[in-house]
């Protein structure tokens, strides 16, 4: 296995090399029938698979293991013969199953939104925008449960990808939640899509607000789009495609943060901006600020550093600064609708 493994790492370094490679034959090829195939087993059961997974590793495979060296039934190099094997394992599994999509295209490139001519005020503009129609969207809904949300979701993708030429990928329509909430609390985790079993899961401590993008942004994950920039864009526009005010807002909510970092470099403007925003959007930005600040810590930041690692490995240079690049794709798509329009 540990042979697999290093024939695996080997075969991701050349096809790094050739991403339209990877796009027609893995990501539009290859990848649709295995998420297919797996999430329509795991979409069968009532309960996150990955969830139990990580409790039979945690609660027994761990201590027997454990137990074993301590009483000397398993020697020092029989245990790091055995990890290993475990490891190699789950890269294996990790790389056939969607890591491969890594590789693949830029969205940037696929849309062709790389070499789009920008005004100079583009960032300051599109903020308004976004500004304007978060204040005007906000307590404007009333309140749905997951199964609604979760089915306008998966309309309105119908919708977008067909709009943006993006082949649709099947899988499991459910998402699922943790019955251990807290490790997702403890980690600042707001969904997470498990690569293994290809289940979608979102923390259920979320506002009904952040609620409609998380599950969007996590679907983008599940179609095989792994930079967290580009599932936060596809996540934007799935929310603003839909026809309920809730998932509309939800849109212009999650990306604000974002734009509002990009105007770091100047205080005064940002300032400026962050005063256009309503009290209740003030009040909804406040809750989900002081919701992760009651769990930040040793283990969200460890969580932080390790999931940053990650990306850097899997070839997202930026790491986890990776969701900010939400922006550019943002501004550049509204700059080409606008074009196309005048």
């Not at 761990?62 to 094997?85: E, G, Y």
């Not at 056939?96 to 830029?106: E, K, T, V």
């Not at 997702?184 to 707001?190: A, G, Q, R, V």
Request: aromatic fraction near 12%; include cysteine.
């Amino acid at each position: 296995m540990i042979g697999n493994a290093l024939s695996v790492f080997l075969l991701v370094q050349l096809l790094a090399q050739y991403p339209s490679f990877v796009e027609t034959y893995y990501s539009n090829g290859l990848y649709p029938v295995l998420t297919l195939f797996v999430s329509g087993i795991t979409n069968q059961l009532p309960f996150s698979l990955t969830e139990v997974s990580l409790w039979i590793v945690l609660l027994l495979i761990i201590p027997l293991i454990v137990k074993r060296v301590w009483t000397k039934k398993m020697t020092l190099s029989r245990l790091l013969l055995n990890l290993a094997t475990g490891a190699s394992l789950l890269v294996v599994w990790f790389y056939l199953s969607w890591g491969i999509n890594y590789l693949r295209m830029p969205l940037m490139s696929k849309l062709k939104l790389d070499s789009v001519a920008l005004e100079i005020d583009a960032l300051d503009s599109t903020c308004v925008d976004i500004i304007t129609s978060a204040n005007e969207l906000n307590f404007s809904y009333s309140i749905r449960n997951l199964d609604e949300i979760n089915q306008m979701v998966e309309a309105s993708y119908v919708e977008v990808l067909q709009d943006l030429g993006l082949k649709k990928v099947p899988g499991s329509k459910h998402v699922k939640e943790f019955l251990g909430n807290w490790m997702l609390n403890k980690t600042t985790t707001s969904g997470w899509f498990s690569p293994f079993f290809h289940e979608v899961h979102y923390n259920s401590d979320l506002l009904v607000v952040e609620t409609p993008f998380v599950i969007a942004h996590e679907k983008a994950h599940q179609m095989g789009y792994t930079n967290e920039g580009e599932c936060n864009f596809l996540a934007y526009l799935v929310c603003l495609n839909s026809a309920d005010p809730l998932i509309r807002y939800s849109g212009y909510f999650n990306v604000l943060g974002y734009f509002l970092q990009g105007l770091k470099q100047n205080q005064e403007k940002r300032k400026q901006y962050v005063e256009m925003i309503s009290d209740g959007v003030r009040l909804d930005l406040s809750a989900v600020q002081q919701r992760w600040k009651s769990h930040v810590g040793f283990v969200s930041n460890l969580s932080d550093k390790g999931y940053d690692l990650y990306l850097k490995a899997n070839q997202v240079k930026e790491g986890k600064q990776s969701y900010s690049r939400v922006v550019d794709l943002i501004i550049k798509y509204n700059a080409r609708m606008t074009q196309m329009k005048g």
